[in-house]
């Protein structure tokens, strides 16, 4: 190209034009600039739903959860998060502001932002949208409806029912089906896994006892007796709360009335094994575990009533 | 002089004009062609040959994209940009570092660098001379050249260099800074080794 052209500079314009005629080159359409910038806008668009998505769900979580009665099934509180924090949701939260932050990054006039500006941005939109989500009950909707559909997601209903039905530890999830003669001592309770229980009542406090009558699905605390003859001894019972129209404030009420109710039961056998003592005439601490009332051996409900 | 004649009409109306007439987009070359000849010569393409032909493919992309053109930008920093991104794709293509910067009016970078706002930061000696601050210049960070360049070499303002780089321009500022930072510190130690 040069060879043929000893001075260049001279004759770009004309070389150029030549080359725009001879190739029949155009200017590309306005539209495919304006389709690109549209494409970049929505995907920005959807990383910023799909990040609401995200805080709705782990806003659903982390309201729901934080007035659990965590002693019953782990040890403390931050164990009980962190097996029940929707982690793959923090992942794609954060995945979805780096996305949304590239897609700014490539509008026509992204550039002139900060990244940090456009990230703090993109949160904030994220959080407000999925505050709206939430205040509508998506956050939960969302969850189940995944958890219904995807096996492998794990829903918070199916950690849940995964966390309380465990006979072996002492949960199970279920309601009364039927009552016995002895309504006071056993009723017939089946559990989230279809099997029919005999559950042995005579510590429930009055509550529990009209949480079960009332046939409602209910999340039981207590001891496998005997499994193999299915029968249960129960020690607590609480309603079951996963689902959309659960309140923060009704959780809450729950979680401290079952507290009440627990610390009421182990004071009771505290008085009554007091009581025992006295008459027996021997000194504190003589009655040894095994003869203690079965509530009181458990070891969730010596976390929920504060005496581990 | 006619009004209507294309060296009196603006950038944006020139290139109103090529999108109808493609013979109007001769006088956006020759309004640019040597501004960007010397501006990619800056950037360090020094080979005349090569200097054409970065020059052509960043003409024919003005043309072939001058529905891009955002009106709210200046002409002069799309047209900028596109030359710088030109001469760096260049490099990739051709596997090389620049070939020095053509740095003929140092006198005014060192002006710069010196004057009282920045003197704590540039406490050199004065008697550099151009071959200097190009041999500096070569040896600071490519990011930091390329704002000097456009700053001092090519006069753009902060809002001109943020849209020819496409970075903020709060970033425009703190890259001068280090980058006028570290080439002072540099002649500095290429005084000290002479």
């Known amino acids: ?308 | 002089m006619d009004a209507d004649t294309p060296q009196n009409l603006t950038d944006v109306q020139i290139v109103a004009k090529t999108l109808v007439d493609k013979q109007f987009f001769g006088e956006i070359v020759d309004r640019y062609e040597a501004k960007l000849k010397r501006y990619i010569a800056r950037l360090g393409v020094r080979n005349p040959d090569d200097q054409l032909d970065v020059l052509q493919e960043v003409f024919l992309k003005v043309y072939k994209n001058l529905n891009a053109f955002d009106r709210s930008l200046q002409f002069s920093s799309w047209i900028y940009r596109i030359a710088h991104n030109e001469a760096i794709s260049w490099y990739r293509k051709k596997n090389v570092r620049p070939e020095g910067h053509l740095i003929a009016d140092s006198e005014e970078l060192i002006g710069f660098l010196s004057a009282k706002e920045d003197a704590q930061d540039a406490d050199f000696d004065k008697t550099i001379n151009a071959s200097e601050v190009n041999q500096a210049l070569l040896k600071i960070d490519a990011k930091y050249c390329e704002v000097i360049i456009l700053r001092f070499f090519e006069h753009k303002d902060y809002e001109e260099i943020s849209d020819i780089l496409k970075i903020p321009v709060g970033s425009v500022g703190t890259l001068l800074h280090r980058g006028k930072k570290q080439l002072a510190d540099e002649l500095n130690s290429e005084a000290i080794r002479m």
Request: with cysteine.
């Open chain 1, 1 to 308: 190209m040069n060879e043929k052209n000893p001075h260049p500079q001279k004759n770009l314009k004309n070389t150029l034009l030549d080359r725009i005629e001879r190739e029949k080159l155009q200017p590309r359409s306005r539209m495919f600039f304006h389709s690109k910038e549209c494409v970049i806008w929505a995907l920005w668009l959807i990383s910023v739903a799909v990040g609401a998505l995200a805080v709705a769900i782990s806003v659903f979580v982390v309201t729901h959860r934080q007035y659990e009665i965590y002693e019953a099934t782990h040890e403390n509180w931050f164990t009980f998060m962190v097996e029940v924090l929707p982690f793959i949701w923090v992942f794609v939260f954060c995945a979805m502001a780096l996305f949304a932050v590239y897609n700014i990054k490539h509008t026509k006039k992204g550039y002139r932002y900060s990244v940090s500006t456009i990230l703090a941005s993109s949160i904030v939109l994220s959080f407000a949208g999925g505050s709206a989500l939430q205040f509508f009950g998506l956050g939960y909707s969302i969850d189940a409806i995944l958890g219904n559909q995807m096996p492998i997601y794990m829903s918070q209903v199916k950690i849940e029912r995964q966390l309380w039905q465990q006979p072996e530890e002492g949960r199970l999830i279920g309601k009364q089906v039927a009552t016995t003669v002895a309504t006071s001592s056993i009723i017939i309770f089946e559990d989230g896994a279809g099997s029919r229980w005999r559950v042995e009542v005579q510590e429930l406090a009055p509550k529990d006892m009209t949480l079960l009558a009332s046939g409602i699905n209910v999340r039981m605390l207590g001891e496998t007796m005997s499994d193999p003859a299915k029968i249960f001894h129960a020690c607590g019972v609480l309603p079951w709360m996963m689902h959309k129209g659960v309140t923060a404030q009704q959780m809450s009420d729950q979680r401290e009335s079952f507290l009440q109710r627990a610390n009421q039961v182990a004071q009771k056998t505290e008085n009554s094994i007091a009581d025992l003592e006295k008459e027996l005439f021997i000194e504190d601490g003589a009655i040894d575990e095994q003869t203690k009332p079965i509530c009181a051996n458990i070891a969730a409900m010596r976390r929920i009533s504060n005496r581990d």
